[in-house]
Structure formats: structure tokens, C-alpha cells
């Protein structure tokens, strides 16, 4: 809820309140009066005044508290929006025929692949796998992440 709306719920409870502190008062002037042999100058028209004044105090304290909160500017909401970087177009030129090849599949798996299907997809043992992503690691074109038993290769966004 805005503040102006919060305002005004809070104004209309103390108006309620003092509706009802009224009745209420008017009620017990008139016990009182039917009760009371002393006649005006009873103690009791006394305390009733006190209660009325204490529960009026407390109903204004409640609108004051209403009409500040009602004109009072909320808090400004702090948006934060996330930049996207601009990816760069990666620089194939020093690179020879596996390691372009090795950069084309990590592309067409959206940057990330296990080692393994790598291995797989380009039918090469481990040992030359492990050296080509070494030396493309290297060259900080790929980032190798351990998962369990496998690593998982990344293409680097540079």
C-alpha cells in the first residue's frame, strides 16, 4: 500500500475511536447520573473526565501518526538493472585445425561440454585431448572445471 492510502486507513480507525470513546462517555455520564446520590459534585463525573481526556490524547497521538504517515513521500525503490556485456567475437587466427575445432563444438554446445563427449565427438584419445585443452586453457579460450570424475570444458567470454 502507498503511504497516502495508509494515512487515510489509520485517520479513518481514529475517527472510529473517537466515535466510540464518545458514546462510550455519554453512556457512563449518564450510569452516573442515575446512580449517583451525590449529585454533581460526585468523584465519579471526575474520573470519567480523565478517562475522556486520556482515550481523546491517545485518539489524537493515533492521527497525528495517521496525517504524518499521509503526507510523507515513501522511500524511493532502488532499481538496479543488470548490463549485459557485449560478448567479443573470438580470435581464431592463431589457432590450428583441432583447437578450431575443439573452439566450433564448445559454440554449438552454447560454451560447455564434458570432456569426455568432447573426446567423442572428435574421436581423439585422452592424452591428446588433455595437451590440446591445456594448450587452449593456455591461451585462456577455455576454462576446465572439475564435476565428480569429469571435467566440464567452458568457453571463456573475454
Known amino acids: 500500500m502507498e503511504n497516502k492510502q495508509v494515512g487515510l486507513l489509520i485517520i479513518g480507525l481514529a475517527i472510529v475511536m473517537?466515535?466510540?470513546?464518545?458514546i462510550f462517555n455519554a453512556a457512563l455520564?449518564?450510569?452516573v447520573g442515575?446512580?449517583?446520590t451525590h449529585g454533581p459534585s460526585c468523584t465519579m463525573y471526575d474520573t470519567i473526565k480523565t478517562q475522556t481526556w486520556i482515550s481523546l490524547s491517545i485518539v489524537g497521538i493515533i492521527l497525528i501518526i495517521g496525517l504524518t504517515i499521509m503526507f510523507t513521500k515513501p522511500r524511493e525503490?532502488?532499481?538496479v538493472k543488470r548490463i549485459k556485456d557485449k560478448k567479443k567475437k573470438l580470435d581464431l587466427s592463431g589457432l590450428d585445425k583441432d583447437e578450431r575445432k575443439v573452439v566450433d563444438l564448445l559454440l554449438n554446445e552454447n560454451g560447455a561440454m564434458f570432456q569426455s563427449s568432447l573426446m567423442e565427438k572428435m574421436e581423439i584419445g585422452k592424452v591428446k585431448a588433455t595437451r590440446l585443452l591445456d594448450k587452449l586453457e593456455s591461451k585462456q579460450m577455455i576454462e576446465r572445471k572439475r564435476r565428480g570424475m569429469n571435467n566440464i570444458i567452458v568457453l571463456r567470454n573475454n
Open 18 to 22: 473517537v466515535i466510540i470513546v464518545l
Open 29 to 31: 455520564k449518564n450510569i
Open 77 to 79: 525503490k532502488v532499481i
Open 34 to 36: 442515575q446512580t449517583c
